[in-house]
T-cell receptor, first 114, second 109 residues
Framework: EPEVTQTPSHQVTQMGQEVILRCVPI?????FYWYRQILGQKVEFLVS????????KSEIFDDQFSVERPDGSNFTLKIRSTKLEDSAMYFC????????????FGSGTQLSVL | RKEVEQDPGPFNVPEGATVAFNCTYS??????FFWYRQDCRKEPKLLMS???SGNEDGRFTAQLNRASQYISLLIRDSKLSDSATYLC??????????FGKGTKLSVKP
């Protein structure tokens, strides 16, 4: 089965630093997502991206967050100035086309902000 | 009211038991429903979609009651490998998924 790839698997950073989480979605997929899961909490939607622009974002996705698809393969999530409460597992996901298509998740990046 | 609500458990059952999970959702306009499985510190994985007529996949049966905004998952003849957290998921209007907090299942020998 095709895979969504995320790097790194674990990122440790100091509060206030910028981090970039990287994802390589499945090659023919058109819709891309970031979700996060704080330890012990539910998986939360952050942002969806289609046709090189954000299509929807949650209230969590404030000005500290940005997404980019810099080339034809990578999809990145940037946090400009990390806070302690940004510590979470961040999952990238992609799907091909229609809203009924299966969503494929990457294995996640565990972000630890110290 | 939370968008997707589940009993957090844990459900501790012996091998071979039948176990049922329930879930309610708040948006009556929701159209797509799923059960995902999540192992500890791993990504969610689609277990099955949930259809209005109910559907079955081996030992797993999912039911949807739109009038009550209620979704269920039944696992028969549970295995040790079924131990995981089961996530009730509803698709939002833009295709994003809205997750419940999950119900933890532990199957014991």
């Amino acid at each position: 089965e095709p895979e969504v790839t995320q790097t790194p698997s674990h990122q440790v950073t100091q509060m206030g630093q910028e981090v970039i989480l990287r994802c390589v979605p499945i090659s023919n997929h058109l819709y891309f997502y970031w979700y996060r899961q704080i330890l012990g909490q539910k998986v939360e939607f952050l942002v969806s991206f289609y046709n090189n622009e954000i299509s929807e974002k949650s209230e969590i996705f404030d000005d500290q967050f940005s997404v980019e698809r810099p080339d034809g393969s990578n999809f990145t999530l940037k946090i400009r100035s990390t806070k302690l409460e940004d510590s979470a597992m961040y999952f990238c996901a992609s799907r091909f086309q229609t809203t009924n298509e299966k969503l494929f998740f990457g294995s996640g990046t565990q972000l630890s902000v110290l | 009211r939370k968008e997707v609500e589940q009993d957090p458990g844990p459900f501790n059952v012996p091998e071979g038991a039948t176990v049922a999970f329930n879930c309610t959702y708040s948006n009556s306009a929701s159209q797509s429903f799923f059960w995902y499985r999540q192992d500890c510190r791993k990504e969610p994985k689609l277990l099955m979609s949930v259809y209005s007529s109910g559907n079955e996949d081996g030992r797993f049966t999912a039911q949807l009651n739109r009038a009550s905004q209620y979704i269920s998952l039944l696992i028969r003849d549970s295995k040790l490998s079924d131990s995981a957290t089961y996530l009730c998921v509803v698709r939002g209007s833009q295709g994003n998924l809205i997750f419940g907090k999950g119900t933890k299942l532990s199957v014991k020998p």
